[in-house]
């Protein structure tokens, strides 16, 4: 079965963490490169994060040094934790497969998107 589930998002205060899972079907993490969206309500969907094949990270401006992007090849699967949440980190937060992109073109959402996970939403209180 072809997929990708996310999963881990929940309501927090502000400075709370929550670590969001990205589980992907053998196919897709062996075929496919895996990285995390988000969309707030208004704004257009963007690239959060994504790790690199040969390990390099990378990150929306906005969410560095407070997000982690990891994945355990064992279980196909992609982590985002997701540490010192702020207001505006609220958003359903997504994981999609896609061919490899530059950063640049996955953080404005710029090439086609193979598969995307249902979403799950991520809700930042005072």
């Known amino acids: 079965q072809v997929r990708l589930v996310d999963s881990g998002g929940g309501s927090v205060e502000a400075g709370g963490s929550l670590r969001l899972s990205c589980a992907a079907s053998?196919?897709?993490?062996?075929?496919?490169?895996i990285a995390w969206f988000r969309q707030s309500p208004g704004k257009q969907r963007e690239g959060v994060a994504a790790l690199n094949g040969d390990g390099t990270e990378y990150y929306l401006d906005s969410v560095k040094g407070r997000f982690t992007v990891s994945r355990d090849s064992a279980k196909n699967t992609l982590y985002l934790e997701m540490r010192n949440l702020k207001f505006e980190d609220a958003a359903m937060y997504y994981c999609?497969?896609?061919?490899?992109?530059?950063?640049?073109?996955?953080?404005?959402?710029?090439?086609?998107?193979?598969?995307w996970g249902q979403g799950t939403q991520v809700t930042v209180s005072s």
């Open positions: 053998a196919y897709i993490y062996s075929t496919y490169y």
């Open positions: 999609a497969a896609f061919r490899p992109a530059p950063w640049p073109a996955i953080r404005s959402l710029a090439m086609p998107v193979s598969h």
